[in-house]
């Protein structure tokens, strides 16, 4: 096993987790809040799809697919192309209402981009500067590991809404 198998099974695992915690639950339920500013399982999921699809996206150089693809206009939310979700309020994330379908079809697309991303890598890409703005610079090993961190994160807490959600 190499790094781009690595970072692969990573991304891996956050699919498995996205799809465990959106599975069976309708849109309702997937726009549902715990308490009245909680997140809710549509919106950490399209959240943690958009910041892997724009951190991805500008390391591979490539347009997102967010865009590129039409997710953005199938969407439909109230909020400009190159959101992610950072910032969001409590209005931002009841805005994040869409069918399962949808959510996992976008999830979907961003997870082939990226693990055909990953799979191209050589270990020594991996030490490769790609932002200077933090001391120490990241290199892409380290923004990739972070997204997978920060996708597991969110994807945890979607399933952990889930669970509430079917016991009710």
Do not use: C
């Not at 781009?4 to 099974?9: I, Q, T, Y």
């Amino acid at each position: 096993m190499n790094s781009a198998d690595v970072l692969a099974d990573g991304f891996g695992r956050v699919q498995e987790t996205v799809h465990e915690a959106v599975k069976g639950l309708t849109a309702d339920q997937l726009a549902t809040r715990l308490d009245d500013k909680a997140n809710t399982v549509a919106w950490l999921v399209w959240h943690l799809t958009r910041v892997q699809d724009d951190h991805v996206s500008e390391v591979a150089e490539t347009e997102q697919v967010w865009t590129e693809e039409g997710w953005y206009d199938r969407f439909g939310l109230p909020f400009s192309a190159a959101a992610t979700g950072y910032g969001h309020r409590a209005k931002d994330v009841a805005a994040v209402r869409v069918p399962p379908k949808l959510l996992l079809g976008y999830y979907d697309a961003v997870h082939e981009r990226t693990v055909g991303f990953v799979r191209g890598l050589r270990d020594a890409d991996l030490d490769v500067i790609v932002d200077e703005a933090w001391t120490p610079p990241v290199t892409l090993g380290v923004r990739l590991v972070s997204v997978i961190s920060d996708d597991l994160q969110h994807a945890g807490q979607a399933a952990f809404i889930r669970g509430v959600l079917r016991r009710r």
